[in-house]
């Protein structure tokens, strides 16, 4: 295996495999196990001292031959020093969350980010003792008016779950580093085909693999990746929560991640031409959708991003709410389900909650993930569904 790949597609593939050698699979072997043994005593205390360094086998919760290879691709791809993998998408960003929060400390969190992250921080964090403020992820520079003596970090998504706004990441990130305290991103919708927050001035990445990374809805996974500053701190808290990856979403993981590139290559295209098609149906009143000029950080996107995954949300023109289920059903090559970024295209209709007055839309917004599927296929069916949307234009 080269040490330096030349770029993210070569790594994709060549990273992360059997080590070389004569007749071996192409892929690394599903490996499984807890305990592992050791010839002395002295490697088995060796092991012990060094079991926060990946790489390092020493008991199964702390990772195995395959876990680590997975974190080492990863680094690579998010041009970060270290990886920690998590059992999913929340418990990376509760895990990163936690190594920075105390009792009595002020934590940033963006009025936009994903639903789940609010609820840990209204209910886990406020239980600690930790107090929330949420800001205007449009807020920029000004973020370090908000910043204060007891702020641990600054959590924050680019772009919004549910509403697409995206912030302008290197002036967030360049203002709480200023003030020493570090940056937590989610950047699961972008990948680091399209962004990588670490070049960018963010200190700690956090994705849900789940979805894009992982890419076939076969697999529960996160992963925290990070500055060498806060590798450790990050590693410790999540093996003393232990939290702990399976050795088959390991594997399922890696297969997934080979052919990234080429899904997300697909998903921006045919996102896009989907987005576009919706914004010319009489019954939508806007498209949420960081390519779009509308979109509050359409510039940030432009500047800050190579690309867009095939997620993003439609207003349609007040209606009632049974006319949105009537259509929602109606649709067949649509699931309807949480999380995203598998094959298949979903829908589902939100209700953005927000904290800090940044959501101002009328009308039902309704989130579509586009898949695989061929495109004339998704158009036929939503044009078959959208006359039960009886919406009057505002
Ligand atoms: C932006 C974002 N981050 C994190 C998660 C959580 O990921 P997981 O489902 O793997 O826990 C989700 C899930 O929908 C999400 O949308």
Same mark, same amino acid.
């Given at each position: 295996?080269?040490?330096?790949?030349?770029?993210?597609?070569?790594?994709?593939?060549?990273?992360?495999?059997?080590?070389?050698?004569?007749?071996?699979?192409?892929?690394?072997?599903?490996?499984?196990?807890?305990?592992? $043994?050791?010839?002395?005593?002295?490697?088995?205390?060796?092991?012990?001292?060094?079991?926060?360094?990946?790489?390092?086998?020493?008991?199964?919760?702390?990772?195995?031959?395959?876990?680590?290879?997975?974190?080492?691709?990863?680094?690579?791809?998010?041009?970060?020093?270290?990886?920690?993998?998590?059992?999913?998408?929340?418990?990376?960003?509760?895990?990163?969350?936690?190594?920075?929060?105390?009792?009595?400390?002020?934590?940033?969190?963006?009025?936009?980010?994903?639903?789940?992250?609010?609820?840990?921080?209204?209910?886990?964090?406020?239980?600690?003792? $930790?107090?929330?403020?949420?800001?205007?992820?449009?807020?920029?520079?000004?973020?370090?008016?908000?910043?204060?003596?007891?702020?641990?970090?600054?959590?924050?998504?680019?772009?919004?779950?549910?509403?697409?706004?995206?912030?302008?990441?290197?002036?967030?990130?360049?203002?709480?580093?200023?003030?020493?305290?570090?940056?937590?991103?989610?950047?699961?919708?972008?990948?680091?085909?399209?962004?990588?927050?670490?070049?960018?001035?963010?200190?700690?990445?956090?994705?849900?693999?789940?979805?894009?990374?992982?890419?076939?809805?076969?697999?529960?996974?996160?992963?925290?990746?990070?500055?060498?500053?806060?590798?450790?701190?990050?590693?410790?808290?999540?093996?003393?929560?232990?939290?702990?990856?399976?050795?088959?979403?390991?594997?399922?993981?890696?297969?997934?991640?080979?052919?990234?590139?080429?899904?997300?290559?697909?998903?921006?295209?045919?996102?896009?031409?989907?987005?576009?098609?919706?914004?010319?149906?009489?019954?939508?009143?806007?498209?949420?959708?960081?390519?779009?000029?509308?979109?509050?950080g359409h510039a940030n996107w432009l500047r800050d991003f190579s690309g867009a995954s095939g997620l993003f949300g439609v207003v349609f023109h007040p209606c009632s709410d049974d006319q949105i289920r009537t259509f929602v059903d109606a649709?067949?090559?649509?699931?309807?389900?949480?999380?995203?970024?598998?094959?298949?295209?979903?829908?589902?209709?939100?209700?953005?909650?927000?904290?800090?007055?940044?959501?101002?839309?009328?009308?039902?917004?309704?989130?579509?993930?586009?898949?695989?599927?061929?495109?004339?296929?998704?158009?036929?069916?939503?044009?078959?569904?959208?006359?039960?949307?009886?919406?009057?234009?505002?």
């Open positions: 295996m080269p040490n330096s790949a030349p770029n993210i597609s070569d790594d994709l593939v060549q990273l992360g495999r059997p080590e070389r050698e004569d007749g071996r699979h192409v892929n690394l072997p599903l490996e499984l196990g807890s305990t592992i $043994v050791f010839d002395t005593l002295a490697e088995f205390e060796a092991a012990r001292d060094a079991r926060y360094d990946s790489g390092t086998m020493y008991y199964g919760r702390y990772g195995n031959a395959a876990t680590f290879k997975l974190e080492t691709l990863l680094a690579r791809l998010e041009k970060a020093d270290a990886v920690t993998l998590t059992s999913s998408g929340v418990a990376a960003i509760t895990m990163a969350i936690l190594t920075f929060a105390r009792p009595g400390a002020h934590l940033l969190v963006a009025d936009h980010v994903y639903g789940n992250t609010r609820g840990f921080c209204e209910t886990v964090l406020k239980r600690m003792g $930790v107090e929330i403020e949420y800001f205007n992820p449009m807020i920029g520079a000004g973020i370090s008016e908000l910043l204060r003596d007891t702020t641990c970090a600054v959590m924050f998504e680019a772009p919004g779950s549910g509403t697409f706004e995206v912030p302008d990441i290197p002036a967030i990130a360049k203002a709480a580093h200023a003030a020493n305290v570090p940056s937590i991103l989610d950047s699961t919708w972008a990948t680091p085909i399209f962004c990588q927050p670490i070049t960018l001035g963010v200190d700690v990445i956090v994705a849900s693999m789940s979805k894009y990374l992982s890419g076939h809805s076969d697999c529960m996974m996160g992963m925290i990746a990070s500055t060498a500053q806060y590798a450790q701190d990050i590693r410790k808290t999540t093996m003393a929560i232990g939290d702990k990856t399976g050795g088959q979403e390991v594997f399922l993981a890696l297969r997934g991640l080979r052919t990234l590139k080429m899904r997300m290559e697909h998903f921006d295209k045919a996102g896009r031409d989907m987005a576009q098609w919706f914004a010319d149906q009489p019954q939508v009143k806007t498209v949420l959708h960081p390519a779009f000029k509308d979109c509050p649709l067949h090559h649509f699931g309807i389900g949480v999380s995203w970024g598998g094959y298949e295209s979903l829908v589902l209709p939100v209700t953005p909650q927000r904290s800090a007055g940044t959501w101002t839309q009328s009308g039902q917004l309704v989130r579509f993930n586009i898949g695989l599927e061929d495109l004339d296929t998704l158009k036929a069916d939503l044009t078959a569904a959208l006359p039960h949307l009886n919406t009057l234009s505002e």
